[in-house]
């Protein structure tokens, strides 16, 4: 099992930047593949982006493509979602989540990760 523990979000203005962390600890990180969601209110929690093990693989919402970067470090247990040009559509409770199982294509399935953070809000002024 792991526990995952998101870094505190922030109140920031339309286009400005923000990067998010995600700590893990008890199982060996690198045994998980990593996501982002976020959830909205009023809204059902949605795929932000996911990595692979080694880091080697990333893979991102439309809405997100090019101004979104998750990435990893396994050596210090933790991953990263780095934001920025962000909207005031980026508003929402954002979760890391890490599953175990996974081969082949990453998951975007909420479903398919077992755990998850407690999630950290992010609020974009315009």
């Known amino acids: 099992q792991v526990q995952l523990v998101e870094s505190e979000g922030g109140l920031v203005q339309a286009g400005d930047s923000l990067r998010l962390s995600c700590a893990a600890s008890?199982?060996?990180?690198?045994?998980?593949?990593m996501a982002w969601f976020r959830q909205a209110p009023g809204q059902e929690r949605e795929f932000v982006a996911a990595i692979s093990r080694s880091g080697g693989g990333t893979d991102y919402a439309d809405s997100v493509k090019g101004r979104f970067t998750i990435s990893r470090d396994n050596a210090k247990n933790t991953v990263y979602l780095q934001l920025t040009s962000l909207k005031p559509e980026d508003t929402a409770l954002y979760y890391c989540?890490?599953?175990?199982?996974?081969?082949?294509?990453?998951?975007?399935?909420?479903?398919?990760?077992?755990?998850w953070g407690q999630g950290t809000q992010v609020t974009v002024s315009s």
């Open positions: 989540a890490a599953e175990s199982t996974g081969v082949g294509a990453l998951s975007v399935y909420a479903h398919d990760y077992l755990y």
């Open positions: 008890g199982r060996t990180f690198s045994w998980y593949r």
